[in-house]
């Protein structure tokens, strides 16, 4: 009617028109789109339940088991933005498929690795490799759902397969487990690769940015001298202290990213656009998104060895301890859509911290010592907190970011769950392992070097009782598992205090908006 009457007064008429809904294609793209949001995640925590095998059967220390959790997330933290812009060039179905075959080549690499270095290698492949899926994800789902509703539950779904997918890694690992070797979760992302390829092609569109800028290879480097030297330091400081290579190591780290922060306020197309970080909101948000992630991938480094070397369970038997949790995360996630239309985002965001932190409080202060019912609850009770604060921060990230730099802001998002990730080992992971080897007592009966060294993880210290016979057994035994009792404990007190600032943090700069109110 307001056409007709602009008309009849001799104006052009301003005609809007509705974003055309999704139909059921865009749907099973979306379906589509999950494979390589869950392979990526899995691979994060699938290892978590294999850090016994793999201890018994590669004999790695205690640094380079965490190098072998860290290094992939590592590189995909470091290369995630950098492969954002290059799939702007070249396509982002293109850079998915790519990126996808590698994957699965290298998967096969990891599963046989002969040696611990072999398998930190192709675990550092698999994260450049998984760098080329991610950015693609979200990025196609701006593209795809163009219903502001519709790309919200997208979005909500999305979001709630990478929490998920990080909590199911360790459930498929137990399984595999339970039959198999440990290489076993590795080789579960060649099928899933196999129904990828020929998926993507029917299904998904593709999209590239019609204007991108140039790919700037100094950045790049600047990025990944910036991350890896910092992430060594805090894996090395936990084990040697404040050593010279520690403080070398985080100079470099924080010179290389003061020069990448430089480079990119100078370049007129940057690889990360900091102007994002301006929004208190969009920064907020990232942080929370953060460490949301943190306080998973903590929990899931210590309850997998707590669960099969303390308590004694079987692979399968303690990943199906994780089944509520996993559901609960799931849950979350998807009510949170429904929630964030009635209660602010910081209230939600806020509280979700304020859960996981009592997560964390029963799984360690819940009895004399962690029970297989009390990591249940636990679990289940942080997954709660995830699964919120997972959704509602990647809405806020999306929504707050313009959309002609939506493809920048997914990178971004992906980049602070990696960095999430690396950070829930190096940091929880670090302090449970100083904690453990301060207080393990080696029996007198263990005298050579080789075999001192073998009891610097939980894992190691359980092989080696094995070719002790009496009293030394036992007392190898009940050191390493008091030892890791009070680390698990150290552990989730400093997760706890981290949960709680990250709530103030989140109460402070996320506001009282509502993005997903219709």
Known sequence: MSALMALARGETP?????????GLRAWAALVVLMLPVLMVSMDNTVLSFALPALSAAL?????ELLWVVDIY????????????SLGDRIGRRRLLLVGAVGFGAVSVLAAYSPTVEVLILSRALLGIFGATLMPSTLSLLRNIFLDRAQRRLAIAVWAAGFSGGAALGPIVGGYLLEHFSWGSVFLINVPVVLALLPLARVLVPESRNPTPGPVDPISIALSMTAMLPIVYAMKAVAEHGLTNSVLGA???GIASAVAFVRRQRELTHPLLDLELFADRAFSGALLSNLLSIMAL??????????????IGLSPMNAAMVLVPGLLATIAAGLVAVRLVRYVPVRVLVSGSFVVSAAGYAIAAFVGDSP??????????????GIGLAETLTNDVIIATAPAHKAGAASAISET???????????VLGGILTATYRAGVIVPFEVTQP?????????????????SLTGGAQQVLLDSAHAAFDVGVQRTSAVAILIALGAAAVAYVTLGDDRPNKS
Not at 300 to 305: C, D, G, H, T
Not at 416 to 426: K, M, S, W
Request: cysteine-free; glycine content about 12%.
């Open 14 to 22: 301003i005609v809007t028109r509705e974003p055309p809904k999704a």
């Open 59 to 63: 004999a790695p220390g205690g640094t």
């Open 73 to 84: 997330a590592v590189m995909l933290a470091g290369l995630l933005v950098a492969m954002g």
């Open 250 to 252: 985080t100079a470099i």
């Open 297 to 310: 991938a903590g929990f899931l480094f210590f309850s997998a060895q707590l669960l099969q070397l303390v």
């Open 371 to 384: 029970t297989t019912a009390s990591v249940m609850v636990a679990f289940a009770v942080l997954g709660t």
């Open 416 to 426: 602070a769950y990696e960095i999430g990730a690396v950070l829930g080992t190096a």
């Open 450 to 466: 080789a075999a001192v060294g073998s009891v610097e993880t939980l894992g190691g210290a359980t092989e080696s009782a094995r």
